[in-house]
């Protein structure tokens, strides 16, 4: 089965996340499935594709979520109010179009520090 152009960015930016040198990273999915008679929802609307906890100086213990996109895809608005939130919150929200863009950022958090 052929992943998307997003799944396949996703996918490199989960494997650069993998040896722990930015932090505790993880998946996090959202949607709804049907168990028998049972609907159950889960993640929250518009949260990133990544979650995780920054370990490098000053940002260590920063909450962190990556959102991936494909080039040319555009944030929904439970995309984009999620993502004010948690930089509201002090959190570090990144909208990445490639694993080179995320790992941009991520250094940036901490000044190229990583």
């Known amino acids: 089965m052929a992943r998307t152009p997003e799944g ?3 996918a490199e930016c989960l494997r650069l996340l993998a040896d722990g040198s930015f932090g505790y990273f993880r998946r996090q999915n959202t949607g709804a499935v049907r168990f028998g008679k049972r609907f159950t929802r889960f993640g929250t609307p518009g949260q990133g594709d ?3 906890i920054l370990a490098f100086g000053k940002s260590a213990g920063r ?3 990556i959102e991936v996109k494909a080039p040319g895809g ?3 608005e439970a995309q984009e109010r999620h993502g004010e939130m948690v930089k509201r919150a002090g959190g570090l929200y990144i909208v990445a179009y490639s694993a080179a863009e995320m790992i941009e950022a991520l250094r940036s ?3 190229g520090a990583v």
Do not use: D, F, H, T
């Open 109 to 111: 958090a901490e000044g």
């Open 8 to 10: 396949r960015i996703l």
């Open 63 to 65: 909450y962190c979520e």
């Open 74 to 76: 555009k944030l929904s």
């Open 50 to 52: 990544i979650v995780g």
